[in-house]
């Protein structure tokens, strides 16, 4: 045995020991999280009898619940009328609720139809932003118990903390009990969550630096990459504020509140407007968010849901756009840089992080599988046509119906036209056949919204509290459509001040350029028979169309004038 031979075999024996050091440390770890099971869940309920009474209006009563009236004025607005005194929890999960009875004087004070009382509220003796997560509980009307989370992440506890009735003074409260309860569930999440996180790790040390067999590492490491790169803002311990977040964390909660009585479907939002119900799931597919949902039901809490949810998406959208585009164009390297590009393109982004657009950016993940799979029916023979070549259709548009309807039907329209300006293939009788199997079976397949939401078109529903049809405004500029700079206000309608991102991005107009290019030269190139030449010339076409409908000179507010049915 040579000297090389001898080095090689030692440096493979110090990484195995690194190795198994490193395994053993997970163990570690495991194990301190596993013997967390057994501890004690912790519960404390609070009343008037060890809560201080802040307010000389307060009423106890009897049975220690505490009652308070007023009017809003400004000495008793906002008012703290009962804490506990200090306390300290451990590291976990923590559920407060609370039973109580509230009615509002003023309703037109109350704000976007939540008539609401008063709120609790956690009080810190010290600033730890940073270790607790809480959102008040509000004391609203038209119900008679409301629950919370409380996260606390400081392995150490969180103590100087203190429970607070926040009184508004226009109306009657009464505070019956208050109980704070530990969700050991949330101990086995963390479990399961450390136990997953290692397993990653060890098998991508694995296939990477152990396996020899391994193929197509660098494809691999491209899209594990783009995942990461995409994911890195939501790798954090706070959430980014985005236009619509607010809604759709609300829309998770509605959901998990939902499955938690047993309610496998829950088309109305029945904690929202004072119990009167949002009717939003009835015309918004919640299909995608019974993820998030379920996890917050296994106490997972929800800034932890949907960060999971959107690095989901991300993963899931990189890997259908490689598998999409190595379809297309039969090469490996091809399909990971242009899912590197998908992913990170200007526009999804903005929707997943300015935006917070859950889903439109869910829906982009299957516009690629749309895209195959008319590629697949159009340019397969005839006769060769089976249910693998359109399933990635039904798919696809099964996934867009059920994250964004409007995503699907400004799809419907450009599939209206591919069939039409295809129409000799479109009506070959095979072909044709095909294209109705994929129609039929992506009604069928989606049939549990489809059919409540055009049931539900036919009530009278109002659905925008004021006209919202004219559009143009909202339009975009060339600049805009082209830039490589932009910053993320997140505004729309003032010309380009304040504008959020609405570019294609650099890399997706240079993929342009360098297309025009080789069809130019198609035939120099004897390119003009490829498939993957026939498909750019219709994804170029429907793009530039794309650009010039999205463009504010574009004239959507004139066609709406002529309309003479809205």
Same mark, same amino acid.
């Given at each position: 045995?040579?000297v090389?031979?001898?080095?090689?075999?030692?440096q493979?024996?110090?990484e195995?020991?690194?190795?198994?050091?490193?395994?053993? $440390?997970?163990?570690?770890i495991?194990?301190?999280?596993?013997? %967390?099971?057994?501890?004690?869940?912790?519960?404390?309920?609070?009343?008037?009898?060890?809560?201080?009474?802040?307010?000389?209006?307060?009423?106890?009563?009897?049975?220690? #619940?505490?009652?308070i009236?007023?009017?809003?004025?400004a000495?008793t607005?906002?008012?703290?009328?009962?804490?506990?005194?200090?306390?300290?929890?451990? @590291? %976990?999960?923590?559920?407060?609720?609370?039973d109580y009875?509230?009615?509002?004087?003023?309703?037109?004070?109350?704000?976007?139809?939540?008539?609401m009382?008063g709120?609790?509220?956690?009080?810190?003796?010290?600033?730890?932003?940073?270790?607790?997560?809480?959102?008040?509980?509000?004391f609203?009307?038209?119900?008679?118990?409301?629950?919370? &989370?409380?996260?606390?992440?400081?392995?150490?506890?969180?103590?100087?903390?203190? !429970?607070?009735?926040?009184?508004?003074g226009?109306?009657? !409260?009464?505070?019956? &009990?208050?109980?704070?309860?530990?969700?050991?569930?949330?101990?086995?999440m963390?479990?399961?969550?450390?136990?997953?996180?290692?397993?990653?790790?060890?098998?991508?040390?694995?296939?990477?630096?152990?396996?020899?067999k391994?193929?197509?590492?660098?494809?691999?490491?491209?899209?594990?990459?783009?995942?990461?790169?995409?994911?890195?803002?939501?790798?954090?311990? $706070? !959430?980014?504020?985005?236009?619509?977040l607010?809604f759709h964390?609300?829309r998770?909660?509605?959901?998990?509140?939902?499955?938690?009585?047993?309610?496998?479907?829950v088309?109305?939002?029945?904690?929202?407007?004072?119990?009167?119900?949002?009717?939003?799931?009835?015309?918004?597919?919640?299909?995608?968010?019974?993820?998030?949902?379920?996890?917050?039901?296994?106490?997972?809490?929800?800034?932890?849901?949907?960060? /999971?949810?959107?690095?989901?998406?991300?993963i899931?959208?990189?890997?259908?756009?490689?598998?999409?585009?190595?379809? +297309?164009?039969?090469?490996?390297q091809?399909?990971?840089?242009g899912?590197?590009?998908? !992913?990170? #393109?200007? =526009?999804?982004?903005?929707?997943?992080?300015?935006?917070a657009?859950?889903?439109?950016?869910?829906?982009?993940?299957?516009?690629p599988?749309?895209?195959y799979?008319?590629?697949?029916?159009?340019?397969?023979? @005839?006769?060769?046509?089976?249910? &693998?070549?359109?399933?990635?259709?039904?798919?696809?548009?099964s996934?867009?119906? @059920?994250?964004?309807?409007?995503?699907?039907?400004?799809?419907?329209?450009?599939?209206?036209?591919?069939?039409?300006?295809?129409?000799?293939?479109?009506?070959?009788?095979k072909?044709?056949?095909t294209?109705?199997?994929a129609?039929?079976?992506?009604?069928?397949?989606?049939?549990?919204?489809?059919?409540?939401?055009?049931? #539900?078109?036919?009530m009278?529903?109002?659905?925008?509290?004021?006209?919202?049809?004219? /559009?143009?405004?909202?339009?975009? =500029?060339?600049?805009?459509?082209?830039?490589?700079?932009?910053?993320?206000?997140g505004?729309? &309608?003032?010309?380009?001040?304040?504008?959020?991102?609405?570019?294609?991005?650099?890399?997706?107009?240079?993929?342009?350029?360098?297309?025009?290019?080789?069809?130019?030269?198609?035939?120099?190139?004897?390119?003009?028979?490829?498939?993957?030449?026939?498909?750019?010339?219709?994804?170029t +076409?429907?793009?530039?169309?794309?650009?010039?409908? #999205?463009?504010? $000179?574009?004239?959507?507010?004139?066609?709406e004038?002529?309309?003479?049915?809205?």
């Amino acid at each position: 045995m040579n000297v090389e031979t001898r080095d090689k075999i030692r440096q493979l024996g110090l990484e195995y020991k690194g190795f198994c050091v490193f395994v053993l $440390f997970q163990a570690l770890i495991l194990c301190f999280s596993f013997v %967390g099971f057994f501890k004690k869940p912790i519960t404390i309920k609070l009343d008037a009898g060890n809560m201080t009474i802040r307010d000389e209006k307060v009423v106890i009563n009897d049975d220690n #619940s505490f009652y308070i009236t007023g009017r809003n004025d400004a000495e008793t607005f906002g008012r703290w009328i009962a804490g506990t005194e200090f306390f300290g929890l451990k @590291e %976990g999960v923590y559920e407060i609720s609370v039973d109580y009875w509230s009615l509002l004087y003023d309703t037109e004070v109350g704000g976007n139809c939540e008539d609401m009382t008063g709120t609790l509220q956690i009080v810190r003796s010290k600033v730890t932003d940073d270790k607790l997560c809480y959102n008040d509980l509000i004391f609203q009307d038209g119900y008679t118990h409301q629950k919370t &989370r409380l996260w606390i992440r400081d392995i150490g506890g969180e103590e100087g903390l203190q !429970l607070m009735v926040n009184f508004h003074g226009m109306g009657e !409260l009464r505070i019956d &009990r208050i109980v704070i309860q530990e969700l050991p569930m949330w101990r086995v999440m963390k479990f399961l969550a450390w136990l997953l996180g290692f397993l990653t790790v060890d098998a991508t040390y694995v296939y990477f630096f152990v396996s020899k067999k391994a193929a197509n590492k660098s494809i691999v490491a491209i899209l594990m990459f783009a995942s990461f790169f995409a994911s890195l803002p939501l790798l954090t311990d $706070f !959430l980014f504020w985005g236009h619509d977040l607010d809604f759709h964390l609300n829309r998770i909660l509605a959901l998990a509140n939902g499955l938690e009585a047993g309610h496998i479907f829950v088309p109305i939002q029945t904690e929202v407007l004072n119990g009167y119900g949002y009717a939003s799931p009835l015309f918004y597919s919640q299909l995608f968010l019974y993820l998030p949902a379920i996890l917050y039901n296994l106490a997972v809490p929800m800034q932890v849901c949907y960060q /999971i949810y959107a690095i989901f998406i991300n993963i899931l959208t990189c890997g259908i756009a490689y598998y999409c585009f190595k379809g +297309i164009t039969q090469d490996n390297q091809v399909a990971a840089i242009g899912a590197f590009i998908y !992913l990170l #393109s200007p =526009y999804r982004i903005t929707n997943l992080y300015v935006r917070a657009a859950v889903g439109e950016y869910t829906a982009m993940t299957f516009f690629p599988l749309v895209v195959y799979g008319f590629m697949r029916v159009y340019t397969e023979e @005839e006769k060769a046509l089976k249910i &693998r070549d359109y399933l990635p259709i039904v798919i696809g548009l099964s996934g867009l119906i @059920e994250s964004h309807v409007l995503s699907c039907e400004i799809s419907a329209i450009f599939i209206l036209v591919l069939c039409f300006a295809n129409y000799k293939k479109t009506f070959q009788l095979k072909r044709f056949i095909t294209l109705v199997k994929a129609a039929v079976l992506t009604v069928l397949v989606n049939m549990a919204f489809i059919l409540p939401f055009l049931d #539900s078109m036919q009530m009278n529903i109002r659905v925008n509290n004021e006209p919202i049809n004219y /559009i143009q405004v909202h339009g975009t =500029y060339l600049q805009q459509v082209f830039s490589g700079f932009q910053v993320s206000l997140g505004d729309s &309608r003032r010309g380009m001040n304040a504008e959020m991102p609405l570019s294609l991005g650099m890399p997706l107009v240079f993929g342009v350029i360098i297309f025009v290019v080789c069809y130019t030269a198609k035939y120099e190139w004897h390119m003009k028979t490829y498939k993957v030449m026939k498909a750019g010339n219709i994804c170029t +076409i429907f793009t530039v169309a794309s650009i010039i409908l #999205s463009m504010r $000179f574009f004239p959507w507010d004139s066609l709406e004038n002529l309309n003479s049915v809205c």
